[in-house]
Each structure stands twice: as structure tokens, then as C-alpha cells.
């Protein structure tokens, strides 16, 4: 089975985190952190600044690492770095994404997250 690296960023805003939905694909309309796979030559952090400029239109601020997940979905595996990070310069322009909400840190149940994220969340509220 195929390995995909990917990046994802928790974007935090005071008391509230900054979420996605996905607009294309086999996981339209579910929910997930922003971020993108890693290309070869990049340190995970880089990936993510250029994931969030191309996505977003933002330029972000890289934090400390929160988790990495690994999760076997039925045609890869998923290895995804997620970071806490802030936004330094921009407006969170979606671009690629359906929609995206803040929310509190208890509110983060009330959409349908994409699988490999179930985890994160936890984490996230407990932190």
C-alpha cells in the first residue's frame, strides 16, 4: 500500500480553530484541518507554509507539533504532521476548500470530520 505524506495545520485564533471542508474528491463535503501533501526536497514546515499560501492565500506562522497520525484508508496509508499555527499576514481566502467555520474547542464534533482526523480532534479538545 501506497504511503501519503501530508501536513495539516490546527490554526488557532484566540479560542477558536480555523476548519475545512473539502469541495472535490472521494471525501467531498467532509471536514478537516488545512494542509497538503509534502513534495520531495521540503522539511514538513515548509510544505505546510506553501500549502496554506496556495490554499488559503495565508501566510502562517509554524508552531510546535501536536500529533502525527497514521491511518490506512482502503487505497493508502495516511502519515500527516499536524501543527499548531497562526496566521501572520492574510485572510484565510478559501480557494480550494467548500467552506470552513471556526470553532470552539467543544464545537469541533458538530461537523463530519474526515476519518484519519477523529484522533486529532480528541487530542485537540484535551489540550
Known amino acids: 500500500m501506497k504511503t501519503i505524506h501530508v501536513v495539516a495545520a ?7 480553530i480555523f476548519v475545512t471542508q473539502r469541495g ?6 467532509k471536514w ?20 496554506i499560501k496556495e490554499e488559503l492565500d495565508t501566510q502562517i506562522k509554524v ?5 502525527t497520525v497514521e491511518y490506512d484508508y482502503p487505497t493508502f496509508h495516511l502519515f500527516m504532521e499536524c ?14 476548500h467548500k467552506a470552513a467555520r471556526w470553532l470552539d ?5 458538530s461537523v463530519e470530520w ?9 487530542k485537540i479538545k484535551e489540550s
Open 83 to 96: 501543527y499548531w499555527c497562526e496566521v501572520e499576514k492574510g485572510h484565510l481566502v478559501l480557494k480550494e
Open 63 to 67: 508552531g510546535e507539533l501536536i500529533d
Open 10 to 16: 490546527v490554526i488557532r485564533k484566540e479560542n477558536k
Open 32 to 51: 478537516e484541518f488545512p494542509g497538503g501533501k509534502v513534495e520531495a526536497g521540503e522539511t514538513s514546515e515548509q510544505a505546510l507554509v506553501r500549502e
Open 105 to 109: 474547542k467543544m464545537d469541533l464534533n
Open 114 to 122: 474526515l476519518p484519519a482526523n477523529l484522533g486529532l480532534v480528541e
Open 24 to 29: 472535490y474528491g472521494e471525501f467531498k463535503d
